[in-house]
């Protein structure tokens, strides 16, 4: 009995002697080995947002700052969420100077044409994606340019930015906007587009139909009728492939004049939407 007990004694010993050389080894060699991290890339990092939302480019925040500490990209103005701010402070690390007077741009959908205003050809009732959609004859709409609904940019938005509203239709609080972009490029119809954060109106609609097509197949879309810009030619509306198109560096008078005189209210006021 005595025998069993030094034994197993003995063998707890060894193993624990081996167990301890084992991780000290382990401990020496991971100092040995450790690869000491960039000062640069530590502080380039802190000052991106730490999103990883991959609109730069990259995996995410840290190997944008690896690319921008090596050399291997000179462009410090990837990261649109950042800002003005995460501009400036690439710029100094890297003794680059930098313009931050720009107007932040965020998404927002042009269309308004949902269930009753806008005209369905089928049911569409598939996978609840719509790039999925369109792949079916372009979508259920009749309006090949029109919003499908089914919520693919909110799925891919990082910070929750999208949703619907009280009419159920897709749309973008500007506030919660990083300026990322990923909505645009998911989007099928490429009705989701980039505006100033300070836009006042949009021109909801994407039809670049002939007027008589696009009030059939929608009673909200644009007929380009020119009421906007011929009525009001300071204010900024240009009529561009039967589509008004909202000119945000011109605001003069009679820009919320022309949400009245529009006659399929395809101008639409975004202090409404607040």
């Not at 291997?72 to 007077?101: F, M, Q, R, Y």
């Not at 693919?152 to 990083?178: F, H, R």
């Not at 589509?243 to 399929?264: F, H, M, N, Q």
Request: with cysteine.
């Amino acid at each position: 009995m005595l025998d069993l007990i030094l034994r197993t004694l003995y063998g707890f010993i060894s193993v624990s002697f081996v167990g301890g050389l084992l991780g000290l080894g382990l401990s020496v060699a991971a100092k040995k080995l450790r690869v000491e991290k960039d000062k640069t890339v530590e502080a380039l990092s802190g000052v991106l947002p730490g999103l990883n939302c991959g609109s730069c480019g990259y995996a995410g925040c840290e190997p944008y700052a690896e690319a921008l500490a090596a050399g291997n990209d000179s462009d410090i103005g990837k990261c649109k969420p950042g800002g003005a701010e995460c501009l400036a402070g690439l710029g100094e690390i890297l003794g680059i100077e930098v313009n931050t007077s720009g107007t932040k741009m965020v998404a927002q959908v042009h269309c308004r044409g949902g269930e009753g205003t806008a005209e369905t050809r089928y049911k569409y009732e598939g996978l609840q994606d719509c790039n999925a959609a369109s792949l079916l004859f372009g979508g259920d709409k009749s309006c090949q340019y029109g919003c499908l609904g089914l919520g693919s940019c909110m799925q891919i938005c990082p910070v929750d930015a999208i949703s619907y509203d009280s009419e159920g239709l897709v749309w973008v609080d500007k506030v919660k906007c990083i300026s990322c972009e990923k909505c645009v490029s998911i989007c099928p119809t490429k009705v989701i587009k980039m505006i100033p954060e300070d836009a006042d109106v949009i021109v909801a609609c994407n039809s670049k139909d002939k007027g008589k097509d696009t009030k059939s197949k929608c009673k909200v879309g644009c007929i380009g009728c020119q009421i906007c810009n011929r009525k009001f030619p300071e204010a900024g509306y240009k009529i561009t492939d039967n589509l008004s198109i909202v000119g945000y560096t011109l605001r003069g008078s009679g820009r919320l004049d022309a949400i009245e005189k529009c006659p399929t209210k395809s101008i639409l006021s975004l202090d409404d939407k607040k």
